[in-house]
Every structure is written in C-alpha cells, then in structure tokens.
C-alpha cells in the first residue's frame, strides 16, 4: 500500500540520512526503483513530474501501475507516490488519482499567492492523510541550452510557509535540475543554516540531487536535509546503457528486436544507480 512520506521524512530528519526521491518515466524505471528499494530494505519516494504523467497516460494509470507492483513484487518497504514540481491543478489532479503524496511548487508565484494556494492544500491533505512538499525560492536548470543558476530562497518566507503545516519544505539554496555548470560555485550552506535555523524540524528537500559531490551531500544531510530529488542521474545511465546496447547490434539478429531484451540494459543501470544513491544518502536498512 503506498504511504505519506510524513513518517519516512520525520524519521530521515532524526536519524540524519535522506530519502531518495527517484523519478519515474515508464513502467522499467519503476520496476527496477521498488525492487532496489526492497533489496535495501529502504523507504523510497517515486517522484513524478506533470511531463511524465502525461507521457505515462495520466496519473490514474501509474496509481494502478505502482499499485500493482506494490502486490505483485512483494514490496514491503514503506513507498510513497508524489507529484514533482506540481502547479496547483496538478496537485489536485494527483490527490484525486490517488498519489499519497503531492508537491505545490508555488515558488513562481509571490509569496502571498504561494501562502494562498498552499493553505488549501495543507487542509486538503490533512485530511487525506497525503503528505506535502511546498517550495520557496526557484531551483535553477537548464531551458533551451541556458543554465540559471539556482535562486537561494528567504528564510523568513520558508519559515511563514512551514508554519502552514506542510509536510516537507524545498528552498532554493543553489541547486539546480540537471548537470551543473563547471562554473558552479556549489550549494550555499549559510543559506541552508539560516532557512534550518527559521524552520525548526520541518523536513527539507534538495532537489537537482544529480551531480552534487558526496561530501555536500552528507553536509546537506547533517543541516535538516531529509529527502533528496535524483532525476537526471537516471536518465543518463538509463541513455548510455540502451545506447551500448544497440552499437553492439545485439537488438538485431536478424528478426527485429525485442523491446524487452532492448530495455534490460537500461533497468539493470537504474538498479545499480539507485543503489548507489541509496548508500550515500544513508537510507539503507531504514525502512
Ligand atoms: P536532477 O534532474 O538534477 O537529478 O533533479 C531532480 C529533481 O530535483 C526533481 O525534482
């Protein structure tokens, strides 16, 4: 059954490791993530974009393609469901569908409108009992071959958003979605400080997990850090292992290939690479 990521996260806080949010795109990705997690004996929170939810034909279909993994794999890890970076129909979209777990990102907005629309979704899923993850301060990322350096939220808006009672808070400290730029000059930890310092126990998130060196990570986690966002990661190893697949021209032997034998590559990476994530983050053995 999937889970809040309430009681993952809280835990995560007190005992000073994250949680893996890993991305999904299809139902490979997914397979090999709950397996992963199961092996390891960790939490895991199956991250969801509005792009992959589309591209997985709405969310209904991936409550019931998790759903059923959850039975016919065995998993019994705790898992939560969460929509990425939602906007606020697409936060409602998912709590309809049966996500246990939803981000507003209103970091867009002004903070006022931010309050507002993150007010209804603290009551909605207070309720429910859905957890939920509310942004401040924009996190940086690649658009059309530009890389924008990632905002640093305002603690004192992190902390009139925290106050709402959302489950889990992402502020912007540097990071960015993707790789990040050989010019980079890393996450800034006095930001980090401050915003841990304003907000007390509640859960942060760092998101644009790929490509940040271990030794920020763990100081990240040693901060308030609880839950950390790996996409790009993924999609790489997934890239690079179908690739090498197809050069060695083992999808051909003349009858066509078979899908299945094409993708076992890419599984297998993303296995290898959760795992790997896993350890640094400190969630094995935590579930
Ligand atoms: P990366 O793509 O940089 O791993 O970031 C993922 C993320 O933060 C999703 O919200």
């Known amino acids: 059954m999937l889970v809040s990521a309430k009681d993952m996260l809280n835990k995560a806080r007190d005992g000073k490791y994250a949680v893996g949010q890993f991305n999904i795109n299809n139902l490979e990705w997914t397979k090999a993530i709950l397996l992963t997690a199961e092996e390891m004996k960790s939490p895991v929170i199956l991250g969801v974009s509005e792009g992959a939810g589309k591209y997985m034909c709405g969310y209904k279909t991936i409550v019931g393609m998790v759903n059923g993994m959850l039975d016919c794999l065995n998993i019994t ?32 907005y002004a903070i006022e409108e931010n309050i507002a629309k993150t007010t209804a979704l603290v009551n909605t899923c207070d309720v429910l009992g859905l ?28 902390k ?5 009672g959302v489950t889990m808070l992402a502020a912007g400290i540097g990071n960015i979605h993707g790789k990040y730029p050989e010019n980079w000059p890393g996450l800034r930890f006095d930001v980090l400080e401050a915003i841990k310092a304003k907000t007390g126990d509640m859960p942060l998130v760092l998101h644009g997990g790929t490509g940040i060196p271990d030794d920020m990570i763990k100081k990240a986690i040693s901060l308030g850090v609880a839950k950390i966002n790996v996409n790009t990661e993924c999609q790489l190893v997934f890239q690079e292992a179908t690739r090498a697949y197809i050069e060695a021209g083992k ?37």
């Open 251 to 287: 999808d051909l032997q003349g009858k066509g290939f078979d899908p299945r034998k094409l993708l076992a590559p890419g599984f297998e990476a993303i296995k290898l690479k959760v795992k790997e994530k896993m350890e640094i983050f400190g969630s094995v053995g935590k579930a």
């Open 131 to 158: 957890s939920l993850e509310a942004e401040v301060g924009s996190i940086g990322g690649e658009e059309d071959g530009v890389v924008g350096m990632g905002e640093c939220a305002d603690p004192d808006e992190c």
């Open 160 to 164: 009139m958003i925290a106050d709402l």
């Open 77 to 108: 890890v705790p898992v939560a469901l969460h929509l990425d970076h939602g906007s606020f129909e697409g936060a409602k979209a998912c709590i309809n569908a049966g996500f246990s777990s939803v981000m507003f990102d209103g970091s867009h």
